[in-house]
């Protein structure tokens, strides 16, 4: 079957057409950005302490009623706790100061029974500062990240599956109506049940058209423009999302009205249904030979080239209905266990670094006194490592690349445990560092999919591997919970999960300057052991057990050479390349009638043969003529 680039390089790679479903893709992506870490600010804790009601306190026990803790060295004010209030109000009518009549530490305390006071200072509500997600219910603001992420993990699943069945275009715009729609509605929400029940739904849809989008972008873009578009325009388009997040959450300083905000997109969605088109490769793949055709008989009017009359003339006329179409589901990526070893490799190390790349983005809001400035460092890293990231594909093969970039990940993990915490802006620059590795190695990834899959299961693979991955990003931040315990085991264990995938990455088939494979059985071809590169084995005729004996050499007539003569030739002459079975034993030349051979010259010849045996499966050639 002709390659699917072949047929349509009539069309060029960088015309109209190519420009528009280029800019019109990774400009629907701009919104995953800014929603995917929307809750870095919408569950991050505000300074906050126990409300002391209004009682005529004395200045002094009105500074010292919130008890003073210290945490990671530092004293600040007790987050969950306050003196008790009855107690207090008695030693301050009788006017006791305290510290000095009053021996602090033998005060009983109790909880923020009257609730808490945020600070201002950066925020005016964050869904934890609404809903009070702090303190007995410090355990909701991981696990409402959490919940998120295992929405977009069963919106990665699903519409992977619904993407191969129902199409790339139907998929990537009803993904974007889901998270729109839920996103509006989630300003509404009265509760954290309601918030988080919404937000689950907000998931399903998330990631969803990511991978939508970038699977449509692969398959309608050829050479080295689908490799700009799938690890550098795609993620650009993420990036710039990203970093818009930071200054709308600065000027807003409200949940409500960030989440609102982020339900914008989708009255920009809709004028472009007109102009993205559907993947002419899976339209191919279900048998519509006529519906690609005509996509592609419209590019090339946007490009004004011409068109010849047969496109795609494996799939014409009477071979199209007798050609069998080839249809797959998840089932098929563990089928065969070349296939099986892939994807479970890809699913691993799609975990490893999706917890690493989330992990690191999910705790820049600790990083630096000003949360919006280290979302904005966070974001703005990616814009290299997106760079980087399309270099590598455009010159580098994709396994040592990977594997290169985990490690880099793992390095300055490793380093910031060597560091004082006197020099916070070091701890600070390798963090980014390793971002910036993570970010490289899951921009790697996804190209890196996209090449080994075929047309029928590719979006199955990347949505069961994204899937996978969001596994990972569900457990993320309560991996960066961890260091309440051990302040840098969280560290610890992201370097030492990259580490372990940079070693399963060895073990995958290489994609780098191969064309995309159409069916299961290009990839089967492309994973075995062979290799893409190597020529079949061709079957061989047996060799007989009992071949007929050789005629006898010259004699009598023909004289035999004396010691002094040089040596009969042998000459070896091979029948395949390949396995001994294939070769014969040639016999000698015939030779004149009546001509006999003396004793000596038997003799000789047994010598020479015990001296220079024959190699299995040569033809040894007769005697060299006599002079």
């Known amino acids: 079957m002709k390659d699917f680039a072949d047929s349509i390089s009539f069309l060029g790679q960088w015309g109209r057409f190519q420009q528009v479903v280029f800019f019109l893709l990774c400009v629907s992506l701009v919104p995953n950005g800014f929603s995917t870490f929307i809750l870095v600010f919408l569950t991050d804790v505000p300074g906050h302490h126990c409300v002391v009601p209004g009682f005529n306190l004395t200045e002094d026990w009105n500074t010292t009623i919130i008890p003073i803790k210290v945490v990671n060295g530092k004293q600040e004010q007790s987050r969950c706790s306050r003196y008790r209030l009855d107690v207090v109000r008695n030693l301050s009518a009788q006017g006791f100061i305290p510290g000095r009549d009053v021996n602090l530490t033998e005060l009983e305390q109790e909880s923020c029974v009257d609730g808490w006071s945020y600070s201002k200072d950066f925020y005016q509500s964050t869904v934890v500062s609404e809903f009070d997600l702090v303190c007995s219910d410090e355990w909701k603001q991981p696990f409402t990240a959490t919940v998120y992420f295992i929405g977009v993990l069963f919106g990665s699943f699903f519409s992977g599956q619904l993407s191969d069945r129902f199409g790339r275009k139907p998929v990537l715009f009803a993904t974007m109506a889901v998270q729109v729609l839920f996103s509006f509605i989630q300003v509404f929400s009265t509760s954290w049940t309601m918030f988080t029940i919404l937000l689950f739904f907000n998931g399903l849809g998330q990631m969803s058209n990511f991978v939508a989008a970038?699977?449509?972008?692969?398959e309608i873009l050829t050479g080295n423009v689908r490799v700009l578009y799938s690890s550098l325009g795609s993620c650009l388009g993420f990036a710039i999302g990203y970093m818009i997040l930071p200054l709308a959450a600065h000027f807003l300083r409200d949940w409500k009205s960030l989440m609102l905000v982020s339900s914008l997109p989708g009255l920009l969605y809709l004028p472009l249904w007109t102009f993205i088109p559907e993947s002419p490769r899976w339209l191919l793949s279900q048998g519509k030979v006529e519906e690609a055709e005509a996509i592609v008989r419209k590019a090339a009017k946007w490009n004004k080239v011409t068109v010849p009359n047969i496109i795609f003339e494996d799939y014409s006329g009477d071979e199209k209905n007798t050609q069998p179409i080839e249809k797959a589901n998840v089932l098929d990526l563990l089928r065969k266990s070349s296939m099986r070893t892939t994807t479970l490799i890809f699913c691993f190390v799609f975990f490893c670094s999706t917890t690493g790349y989330f992990g690191l983005s999910l705790n820049t809001a600790q990083l630096h006194a000003n949360p919006y400035i280290s979302c904005f460092i966070s974001a703005a890293v990616e814009v290299p490592a997106y760079i980087s990231s399309w270099l590598i594909l455009h010159?580098?093969?994709?396994?040592?690349?990977?594997?290169?970039?985990?490690?880099?990940?793992?390095?300055?993990?490793?380093?910031?445990?060597?560091?004082?915490?006197?020099?916070?802006?070091?701890?600070?620059?390798l963090e980014m560092f390793g971002k910036y590795a993570f970010t490289t190695t899951f921009s790697l990834m996804f190209t890196y999919l996209s090449e080994l899959y075929p047309t029928v299961l590719r979006n199955t693979a990347i949505g069961t591997c994204t899937t996978v991955s969001r596994v990972g990003s569900s457990i993320a931040p309560f991996v960066?919970?961890?260091?309440?315990?051990?302040?840098?085991?969280?560290?610890?264990?992201?370097?030492t999960l990259a580490v372990v995938a940079a070693i399963a990455t060895y073990f995958l088939p290489e994609s780098f300057g191969k064309p995309l494979p159409e069916t299961m059985t290009q990839m089967h071809?492309?994973?075995?052991?062979?290799?893409?590169?190597d020529p079949p084995l061709r079957p061989q005729p047996p060799v007989p057990s009992n071949p007929p004996p050789p005629p006898r050499p010259p004699s009598g007539s023909e004289r035999p050479w004396g010691p002094s003569d040089p040596p009969p030739s042998f000459t070896a002459t091979a029948t395949s390349t390949t396995t001994p079975s294939s070769l014969a034993l040639r016999s000698f030349p015939p030779q004149p009638h009546g001509s006999e051979r003396p004793s000596s010259l038997l003799h000789r010849h047994q010598h020479h043969r015990s001296k220079h045996p024959v190699p299995s499966g040569l033809a040894l050639r007769g005697f060299p003529p006599p002079p």
């Open 525 to 533: 071809k492309r994973e075995s052991p062979l290799g893409p590169s």
């Open 480 to 495: 960066i919970k961890l260091n309440a315990y051990i302040l840098y085991l969280p560290y610890i264990i992201l370097s």
């Open 214 to 218: 970038l699977v449509l972008g692969a």
């Open 395 to 429: 010159y580098l093969p994709r396994r040592p690349s990977v594997i290169s970039s985990l490690l880099l990940g793992a390095m300055p993990l490793y380093l910031i445990l060597l560091v004082p915490q006197s020099l916070p802006n070091l701890c600070i620059a």
